[in-house]
């Protein structure tokens, strides 16, 4: 029921940063947990790390100390700040809730990372 729209993704030279936003409509969304996942060319999906209803993190071992993930349930969006960012963060990136089970994937939004 919950629908997911990322945005902010662009091109950056590497040590910048990007603020991504995932936009949800159609449901309950302070009650989700929210997953950010990133998927490089020939790579599986991944996932990078998630917020939970309650406002807690993880992260994957890659981002830490560089990533951070945030939500705002009054404007119904969860961030994902990317800072210092390298050309292995270049991915398309996007956002679902989890656990994702039988959920489709929207778009994504492109995040390149190059000098």
């Known amino acids: 029921q919950v629908q997911l729209v990322e945005s902010g993704g662009g091109l950056v030279q590497p040590g910048g940063s990007l603020r991504l936003s995932c936009a949800a409509s159609g449901g309950i969304f302070s009650t989700v947990a929210v997953g950010w996942y990133r998927q490089a060319p020939g790579k599986q999906r991944e996932l990078v790390g998630l917020?939970?209803?309650?406002?807690?993190?993880n992260y994957v071992e890659s981002v830490k100390g560089r990533f951070t993930i945030s939500r705002d349930n009054a404007k119904n969006t969860v961030y994902l700040q990317m800072n210092n960012l390298k050309p292995e963060d270049t991915a398309v990136y996007y956002c679902n809730v989890v656990p994702v089970g039988h959920r489709g994937w929207g778009q994504g939004t492109q995040v390149t990372v190059s000098s």
């Open positions: 917020i939970t209803s309650v406002g807690s993190t």
